[in-house]
């Protein structure tokens, strides 16, 4: 069976980051809140097939809070 590691080193201004997996490109959906800008988080027990990652976060303007951009940082694993 699959398994792996994902990690990440993002901006230090985001205000969340929120993990999602997605499978054999169906919907994504949310693993659960990440409270750190650089972590990793194992994966285990994956069953052959495509499995994307998507860490997404938001950063705002120290003197402006109503000026958010959210970005996201994905990844793709096969497993065999």
Sequence with gaps: NGAFTLSWNTN??????RLY???NGGTWVLIGDVTQRYGSYPV???AGGTYAYKLEYR???PMN????SV???QVSVVVN
Excluded: D, F, H
């Design 12 to 17: 230090s201004l985001a205000s969340y980051y």
């Design 21 to 23: 997996e997605q499978i």
């Design 44 to 46: 285990t027990g994956k």
């Design 59 to 61: 950063t705002c303007m």
């Design 65 to 68: 809070p109503n000026s958010c």
């Design 71 to 73: 970005y996201t940082e």
